[in-house]
Nanobody, 126 residues
């Protein structure tokens, strides 16, 4: 069983930046599709970004496209989410997710991911 642990969340002002990390342990995630989701108070969990196993393809929600960047370092067994030009509406708990051996056409559906982290809080003040 793979364990995913997010870190890097915090409180920032609008326009600021944060980099979230998702450290995997227990198993290598070299063949995992990885994604980031977020959930704000009173709202359902929503897709943020995803990356395929090789890091050659990335996908973003329209709300973060151009501001967020997902990347991975398989040597470190870690996935990152660089968040720039943060807005108050980005405030949420951010979750890292992964699923092994996935090479399909969809990366934005939460049910497709087998493993989830506990989340890290991101708060953007105005």
């Amino acid at each position: 069983q793979v364990q995913l642990v997010e870190s890097g969340g915090g409180l920032v002002q609008a326009g600021g930046s944060l980099r979230l990390s998702c450290a995997a342990s227990g198993r290598r995630i070299d063949n995992y599709a990885m994604g980031w989701f977020r959930q704000a108070p009173g709202k359902e969990r929503e897709f943020v970004a995803a990356i395929n196993w090789s890091g050659t393809a990335t996908y973003y929600a329209d709300s973060v496209n151009g501001r967020f960047t997902i990347s991975r370092d398989n040597a470190k067994n870690t996935v990152y989410l660089q968040m720039d030009i943060l807005k108050p509406e980005d405030t949420a708990v951010y979750y890292c997710a992964g699923t092994p051996g996935y090479s399909g056409n969809y990366y934005s559906i939460s049910v497709d991911y087998d493993y989830w982290g506990q989340g890290t809080q991101v708060t953007v003040s105005s």
